[in-house]
């Protein structure tokens, strides 16, 4: 894979993972559980083929268990607030409010890991603090635009959480053995929430959940892990800044979601902050070389 073939697959990634929400919604007749249930099914079904294509060797779990199942429970924690913010705020709504990850990222490994707060995450968590307020027409917990923004919000903040659990131990099992495993404990913890209500769903509804955890899940993940052979990470992180503007692209299209021009206004200025900080901190590394090389 070249530079170019590797950044095309990021933006495939990016609009798969973007599409997350609109599947969801798509999927009217069943409960965030069992999309949650089933896409963690496909997901393990479409990593464990990755894994068998790519021939990847598989390394022992030891010492790995702990931090995958607490991986697996706040993945599921974060997918199930997700959907639900969906099915109550609409696709734009769950959609931003998810972004605002970086920023409790910022906050939560400054006090996790006792790290100082840099100007450029400081901005950061400003910019995106203003453009939630502006993604949020009115603050009334009993309006659906509300609540929704709140269940979001809530979806950050969980894969915050499990951000910096696989960042302690990065780099000790790969990121698409991580991936499946966590999914399996995805599918465990939901199996006894989703299946009393399984068989109620359509199978047009079984389709768009197999996309989901097929696409949006596996295959995108599978693209990004293999970018990052080829591609910085600070640049992909730039380029998955885009995903909240595919999915509320699609959810306008298909959904006729129209989001407000204060919506807008809101969306681009969490965008522009994620992508002013990742950029920011990759430039970081380089000038604190040049000083030390002083």
């Not at 779990?61 to 702990?66: I, S, W």
């Not at 998810?98 to 906050?107: K, M, N």
């Not at 499946?180 to 929430?193: A, T």
Request: aromatic share 10%; hydrophobic share 60%.
């Amino acid at each position: 894979m070249n530079h170019r073939t590797a950044l095309g697959a990021l933006h495939i990634g990016a609009l798969f993972f973007g599409l997350t929400g609109v599947f969801g919604k798509l999927a009217a007749s069943a409960s965030p559980s069992i999309i949650v249930f089933g896409r963690a099914a496909f997901a393990v079904l479409a990593l464990g083929l990755f894994i068998a294509l790519a021939r990847q060797r598989w390394q022992p779990l030891h010492g790995h268990v702990r931090r995958l199942l607490l991986g697996g429970v706040l993945l599921a924690g974060h997918w199930v607030s997700f959907f639900i913010a969906v099915k109550v705020g609409g696709v734009a709504i769950a959609t931003l409010g998810f972004a605002s990850f970086p920023a409790f990222t910022v906050i939560l490994e400054g006090a996790l890991f006792r790290e100082r707060i840099r100007r450029n995450e400081a901005l950061l968590v400003l910019l995106v603090s203003i453009g939630l307020v502006l993604v949020t027409p009115e603050f009334d917990l009993a309006s659906q635009a509300t609540g929704g923004l709140l269940w979001a919000l809530l979806s950050g903040l969980l894969f915050s959480l499990l951000s910096l659990t696989n960042r302690a131990g990065s780099g000790r099992l790969p990121a698409v053995q991580a991936a499946l495993w966590q999914n399996l404990v995805v599918g465990l913890c939901l199996l006894p929430f989703a299946a009393p209500g399984i068989e109620a769903v359509t199978p047009l509804d079984w389709l768009w959940i197999a996309l989901l955890g097929v696409f949006c899940t596996g295959v995108a993940h599978s693209l990004f892990v293999a970018a990052l052979a080829v591609i910085k990470a600070r640049t992909a992180a730039v380029v998955f800044g885009m995903e909240p503007v595919y999915g509320i692209a699609v959810a306008w299209a298909v959904f006729a979601e129209t989001p407000t021009l204060s919506m807008l206004a809101g969306g681009a200025l969490i965008i522009f902050a994620i992508v002013l900080s990742s950029r920011m901190a990759g430039n970081e590394p380089a000038r604190q070389h040049a000083a030390e090389g002083a």
